[in-house]
């Protein structure tokens, strides 16, 4: 499907959309004949915009369809302690990184004041024996592409009913406010870790240490 643009500049519509989403040529055809006229006739006001919102709201939805049956099986492959030591982590203090106690270095980098916040309560609580900041390096493989948890995190034993938890922390947890390729992201996670460990590790979203500790002690 080729049309011309107002700017008589000719586009491979379902070309472009292939490019963008992998999915066949018919499909294709199929998904924008259901689009109403109204809606479609903005690809000739602006034919590359129309291109890049649309192939985007198709991946959601091959997002949304893909995770629901998702299943993970355990397999031999694990990760070295190596991916800890490569210097793949960097941040300048004062800055996006800060002083700690209770990680494997005596600093960690952070990505927003929340997760400042986040990691001075985990540094001070005493229900905390250590914690680290997950390099990109170590990754979980889902349909939408690779998934990186912020951090790992383990309590002293006997103090709260979970002992290992990996977090993503987030400014809000409003579900509606996570773009819904991320929400997918999460939801393999959460599949990722249960086939791993059963009940052993915990992962979640939270936005506080406060809601870390109330998932924990479920």
Known sequence: M?????????????????DGTGLTRKTLVAILKG????????FKDNPEEFIVKAAA??????????????????????????????????????????????????????DSTGERDFVAELDINTNVAVYVKLPDGFYIATPVGHYNPDRAIA?????VKHIYFVAETKGSMRSIQLHLIEQSKIHCAREHFK??????????????????????MQ
Do not use: C, W
């Open 155 to 159: 309590f002293y034993e006997g103090t």
């Open 35 to 42: 689009i109403q006229p109204a809606v479609f006739s903005q």
């Open 195 to 216: 086939a791993i460990s059963g009940d052993g590790v915990v992962y979640d979203v939270v936005d506080s240490y406060k809601s870390l500790l109330e998932k924990v």
């Open 2 to 18: 080729t049309i011309t643009a107002n700017s008589n500049v000719k586009y491979d519509l379902i070309g472009k959309l292939v």
């Open 57 to 110: 709201l198709i991946n959601d939805e091959k997002a949304t369809a893909v995770i629901e049956h998702i299943t993970y099986d355990v397999l031999d492959n694990h990760y070295g302690t190596d991916v800890f030591t490569d210097p793949t982590i960097k941040g300048r203090l004062g800055v996006n990184a800060m002083k700690t106690k209770k990680r494997l270095y005596d600093h960690i980098v952070y």
